[in-house]
T-cell receptor, first 117, second 112 residues
Framework: DAGVIQSPRHEVTEMGQEVTLRCKPI?????LFWYRQTMMRGLELLIY????????DSGMPEDRFSAKMPNASFSTLKIQPSEPRDSAVYFC???????????????FGPGTRLTVL | ELKVEQNPLFLSMQEGKNYTIYCNYS?????LYWYRQDPGKSLESLFV?????AVKQEGRLMASLDTKARLSTLHITAAVHDLSATYFC????????????FGTGTRLTIIP
């Protein structure tokens, strides 16, 4: 299995531009998570989906951030417009949730390092 | 709101020594995870602990969970350089919820 795939691996953009991060979860997994990691705030959950449906988006910082999961094998995280404070590493993770209680661990992708100038 | 605290934040230890990393959390939970992150890399799953008294071991690492004390420990035995990394614990918010709250991480450096 290729694991969780993220693209791009690095993104440098200017303030005000739109940024789209992409994620392909592990085949057969039905839950997908977007995290942000910074030195100041550590690792934060932004949003997670189960069976392509957003379940908890309480970590999405503001309306500039949006996430979609149009099918079981693809998700996007979009920032529009981007700001320098959005600079961080964004991780996507997936897991297999069984019944109502997920005991499976979350498998993380390699991350996208975003720099907003 | 679930809060997860790890200590120490930084740990520098000599090869061959033993040490323990602590993870405290503020509310009842049914699952606790330990992850490892190498510099500039992703997170790698180490252990999943699901019940009070659970103990898991892999090589020189052993994790345990005390749900009554809301405490998990990650014990390192006879440390070797390859164990240098940042270790995170993560706690599930509540029963059946998949949302994880991560601790601040413990940056472990093993000195030859």
């Amino acid at each position: 299995d290729a694991g969780v795939i993220q693209s791009p691996r690095h993104e440098v953009t200017e303030m005000g531009q739109e940024v789209t991060l992409r994620c392909k979860p592990i085949s057969g997994h039905n839950s997908l998570f977007w995290y942000r990691q910074t030195m100041m705030r550590g690792l934060e959950l932004l949003i997670y989906f189960n069976n392509n449906v957003p379940i908890d988006d309480s970590g999405m910082p503001e309306d500039r951030f949006s996430a979609k999961m149009p099918n079981a094998s693809f998700s996007t995280l979009k920032i529009q417009p981007s700001e320098p404070r959005d600079s961080a590493v964004y991780f996507c993770a997936s897991s297999l949730a069984l019944g109502g209680s997920n005991t499976d661990t979350q498998y993380f992708g390699p991350g996208t390092r975003l720099t907003v100038l | 709101e679930l809060k997860v605290e790890q200590n120490p934040l930084f740990l520098s230890m000599q090869e061959g020594k033993n040490y323990t990393i602590y993870c405290n959390y503020s509310t009842t939970s049914d699952r606790l995870y330990w992850y490892r992150q190498d510099p500039g890399k992703s997170l790698e799953s180490l252990f999943v602990l699901l019940s009070n008294g659970a103990v898991k071991q892999e090589g020189r690492l052993m994790a345990s969970l005390d749900t009554k004390a809301r405490l998990s420990t990650l014990h390192i035995t006879a440390a070797v350089h390859d164990l240098s990394a940042t270790y995170f614990c993560a706690v599930a918010s509540n029963f059946g919820n998949e949302k994880l709250t991560f601790g601040t991480g413990t940056r472990l450096t093993i000195i030859p």
